[in-house]
């Protein structure tokens, strides 16, 4: 079965639906109406390529051109009031077919099996999971004007399409300036008579908003996979790694205020949120601490916020300090009011001792934290449940995650070819078969590759701890 984004307004419409299929019309008919066919065309394809990042670009074309014939034809002037209600409901009966040629959703069964109104909100509100990497790579300067004046109109909308669907989880008004804007440059530089220095120009003036749509994209990854609670605790993590001389006191509410940024501005419509709100956080960032870090310090001596901003972010951890083993916090204090707070302080203290510590074991350990609060704290027996479990914490946890922490420590500092050798001798330690061995050591490798980075995709990651 295939599923479809109805309308991009159609969203808007589901905190109106009081007011009836006049008022969702209405409003799809007012928005073509101002944005214009060609507009609206383009708004389409990158929302339904960002909805359906997995999606091809023969099936997102589909999409594209019935959802716009639709629309085209039912907010002509004289067109019958009932056309667009129809014609919706057509396109929803096509998208539950099994020969759709719609992109393909695992969610669209349980859509088809509602009527009306509310099978198209159902429908219009799927979405594919992030790609884990990002599939779009820029061509050469001379590849792109090749392709650009061989067919100008396909060359935009698949460009639109793989962009959309790699950084499909920045916000809308984010990728609409990047995409414009990129495509402007192409148009412009591709005609010029000096297309090499036009690019150079070009380039250097997009690079605010290409750094924008990639750390917004990492932003908001991390809150549609964690939510608000887990990624603060993921920006928490990272900072105590990166200035372990910091407190929690001096971490914690920079850390709050990076998912409040996420939680205003990945949904929002408003064109400078995103933008504006990340500009506000960085310069909280540089100002609580430059003072403490010289490393800090070198990102936030620059005029260009957002690249002060993509420094910080791309800063590796830094090396582990001298520390006492942290004080664990008691039963009492875990069952408390604020026990979720003494437990994610108690995750702060490790991640600042293991730097090199990945950011998914990070984030299963704090889903592990809220299960074993929620488990002993309501058990009937709270001393005995957490006894039995700070056994096994001290006998398994603690082992895993040093090892997790040289793993990636090695990554880190050593070229591949080298890192793989060493994995490999020390895997070999434990005398496995020959294909246990090589198994074992793609695992490790794999997971390394992927998830030792700061920008590792999170879902991607939690799969593979």
Request: glycine share 4%; hydrophobic share 35%.
């Amino acid at each position: 079965m295939r599923a479809a984004l109805v309308l991009l307004p159609l969203l808007a419409a589901a905190q109106a639906l009081h007011r009836g299929k006049a008022y969702v019309r209405e409003k799809v008919c007012q928005e073509y109406k101002i944005l214009g066919k060609e507009n609206f065309r383009t708004l389409t394809i990158i929302d339904t390529s960002r909805k359906y990042s997995n999606g091809t670009f023969q099936e997102i074309g589909h999409l594209v051109r019935d959802i716009v014939s639709l629309v085209e034809t039912c907010c002509a002037d004289g067109a019958d009031p009932s056309c667009y209600d129809a014609g919706s409901t057509a396109l929803s009966e096509k998208s539950c077919r099994a020969d759709s040629p719609f992109p393909a959703h695992p969610g669209t069964a349980q859509c088809c099996g509602q009527q009306g109104l509310e099978r198209k909100l159902c429908l219009a509100a799927l979405r594919h999971p992030p790609p884990a990497l990002p599939r779009f790579l820029q061509p050469s300067d001379r590849e792109l004007c090749h392709a650009f004046r061989l067919q100008p109109r396909e060359f935009a909308d698949r460009f639109l399409y793989e962009y959309a669907s790699s950084y499909s989880q920045a916000p809308l008004p984010v990728l609409l300036a990047s995409t414009s804007t990129f495509l402007s440059m192409v148009s412009t530089c591709c005609t010029s008579s000096a297309p090499t220095a036009c690019f150079l120009k070009e380039k250097l003036e997009r690079k605010s908003i290409s750094l924008l749509t990639l750390t917004s994209n990492r932003i908001c990854s991390r809150f549609s996979a964690y939510g608000k609670d887990k990624a603060s605790f993921s920006s928490l993590a990272s900072l105590a790694q990166k200035v372990p001389s910091a407190s929690f006191e001096d971490l914690l509410p920079l850390a709050e205020d990076a998912a409040e940024v996420a939680s205003h501005c990945c949904d929002s419509m408003a064109e400078d949120c995103m933008q504006r709100k990340l500009l506000e956080h960085t310069a909280r960032v540089c100002s609580a601490l430059s003072a403490r870090d010289r490393r800090f310090a070198g990102c936030c001596q620059g005029k260009n916020l957002m690249e002060n901003h993509f420094c910080i972010l791309a800063m590796p951890p830094a090396p582990a300090p001298r520390l006492p083993e942290p004080p664990e916090p008691t039963n009492k204090e875990l069952c408390a009011k604020e026990g979720a707070l003494h437990a994610t302080r108690f995750l702060f203290e490790l991640a600042r001792r293991h730097p090199s510590l990945p950011e998914a074991v990070l984030a299963k350990l704090y889903d592990s934290s809220g299960k074993l609060r929620r488990e002993c704290c309501s058990s009937k027996d709270p001393s005995a449940c957490w006894g039995s479990k700070r056994q096994r914490i001290q006998a398994e946890l603690f082992p895993f995650l040093a090892k997790a922490d040289q793993l990636c420590g090695q990554y880190h500092k050593l070229p591949f070819l080298e890192f793989k050798k060493r994995l490999r001798d020390s895997l070999a330690q434990a005398e496995p078969s020959p294909a246990q061995l090589e198994q074992l050591l793609e695992q490790r490798a794999s997971f390394a590759s992927s998830c030792c980075l700061s920008d590792s995709p999170p879902l991607l990651c939690a799969s593979k701890v």
